[in-house]
C-alpha cells in the first residue's frame, strides 16, 4: 500500500514496519512503547501535507462518536 | 426521498482475536481484492492508497483513522459525467481496539461520491473463545435514487463475499489460498 504522496511513501512502509511489530509484540500484550512516535510524526508530516496541497480536508477524529455509532450502526 | 437501506450479518473466524486485528492492518493488497476492481467506487475492496490520518493509545484503546483511496468504479461510459474531484474516491476508515475487553469496531464511510451514494459500514470483531472470533456487520446504503440504492445494495452483498474471502486468506483460513501459497502474512 501506498500513500497518497508518494514523497511520503517510503516514510509510510517506514512507519508501518514499526507499527506492524508494534502492534503484536507491545500493544496487544499491554506493554507501554512509544518506539514508532518518531517515524509517525516524520510521516504525518509529509502526508497532512499532501493532503492539504490536493485540497482534501483532514478527516475528523472522534472515536467516541464512531463507539457510540457501533451500537446502534447508522446514526452517522 | 428513498428511505436508506440496511444489511446486516455475522461471520466467524477460527482465529484468535488478536489474529484477527493483526490481519485488519495486513489485508491488502489480497488476491481477492483485485476481483472487484471494476466494480463501483465505495463497495469495492482493493485500496491503492492508505494514510494513517490520526493515530493515538486512549485509555488503552488504540483509537486510528485512516484515509484510503480508491478506484472510481463507475462504468467508463458516464465517466464524463463524474466531477473532477469525484474521480476517485476517498474513504475514512475509523477504528476502535480495546484488548482488554477483545473488542474492535472498524466503520467506514465514503468522504465524495455522496451525490451517488452513502456507504456506512461498521464491523465489530468481539472475540468469544480462545480461537473464534465473531464479526457483525452493519452497513447502511443510501442513495437519492431508488434505483441506484438497489443497484449499490446488491453490488455491496456480492463483494462482501470477495471482502470476508480476502479476510479468511490472510488468516490461513481459505484452502485455495493454502494451495497457492498465499496465506504469508500470518503464518
Same mark, same amino acid.
Given at each position: 500500500m501506498n500513500s497518497i504522496s508518494?514523497?511520503?511513501?517510503?516514510?509510510?512502509?517506514?512507519?508501518?514496519?514499526?507499527?506492524?511489530?508494534?502492534y503484536s509484540e507491545k500493544f496487544l500484550k499491554g506493554i507501554p512503547s512509544t518506539e514508532c512516535e518518531e517515524l509517525f510524526k516524520t510521516y504525518q508530516t509529509c502526508v497532512k501535507k499532501a493532503l492539504?496541497?490536493?485540497?482534501?480536508?483532514i478527516p475528523d477524529f472522534s472515536p467516541t462518536k464512531e463507539e457510540n455509532n457501533g451500537t446502534d450502526g447508522q446514526d452517522a | 426521498m428513498t428511505s436508506p437501506k440496511y444489511f446486516i450479518n455475522w461471520t466467524t473466524f477460527k482465529k484468535s482475536w488478536e489474529d484477527v486485528t493483526v490481519a485488519h492492518w495486513l489485508k491488502y493488497p489480497n488476491p481477492f481484492s483485485?476481483? !472487484?476492481?471494476?466494480?463501483?467506487?465505495?463497495? /469495492?475492496?482493493?485500496?491503492? !492508497?492508505?494514510?494513517?490520518?490520526?493515530?493515538?493509545?486512549?485509555? +488503552?484503546?488504540?483509537c486510528t483513522v485512516r484515509f484510503i483511496v480508491k478506484k472510481q468504479r463507475i462504468p467508463a461510459s458516464l465517466m464524463w459525467m463524474v466531477p473532477n474531484r469525484h474521480k476517485?474516491?476517498?474513504?475514512?476508515?475509523? /477504528?476502535?481496539?480495546?484488548? !482488554?475487553?477483545?473488542?474492535?469496531?472498524?466503520?467506514?464511510e465514503n468522504l465524495n461520491c455522496r451525490f451517488? /451514494?452513502?456507504?456506512?459500514?461498521?464491523?465489530?470483531?468481539?472475540?468469544?473463545k480462545m480461537c473464534e472470533t465473531v464479526m457483525e456487520?452493519?452497513?447502511l446504503i443510501s442513495s437519492k435514487i431508488d434505483r441506484i440504492q438497489n443497484y449499490t445494495f446488491e453490488r455491496y452483498q456480492k463483494n462482501i463475499v470477495n471482502t470476508d474471502k480476502?479476510?479468511?486468506?490472510?488468516? +490461513?483460513?481459505?484452502?485455495?489460498?493454502?494451495?497457492? +501459497?498465499?496465506? +504469508?502474512?500470518?503464518?
Open positions: 508518494d514523497e511520503c511513501t517510503p516514510l509510510k512502509h517506514d512507519y508501518d514496519l514499526c507499527f506492524n511489530s508494534w492539504v496541497e490536493r485540497g482534501l480536508e | 483485485n476481483h !472487484v476492481l471494476s466494480e463501483e467506487c465505495f463497495t /469495492s475492496d482493493p485500496s491503492r !492508497v492508505q494514510d494513517v490520518v490520526e493515530r493515538r493509545v486512549e485509555d +488503552g484503546k488504540l476517485a474516491c476517498y474513504v475514512k476508515e475509523t /477504528s476502535v481496539i480495546d484488548p !482488554v475487553n477483545q473488542e474492535c469496531t472498524i466503520t467506514t451517488i /451514494s452513502l456507504v456506512i459500514e461498521t464491523l465489530k470483531y468481539k472475540g468469544v456487520r452493519r452497513t480476502g479476510m479468511m486468506c490472510v488468516l +490461513g483460513l481459505l484452502d485455495e489460498c493454502q494451495r497457492q +501459497g498465499l496465506t +504469508g502474512h500470518l503464518a
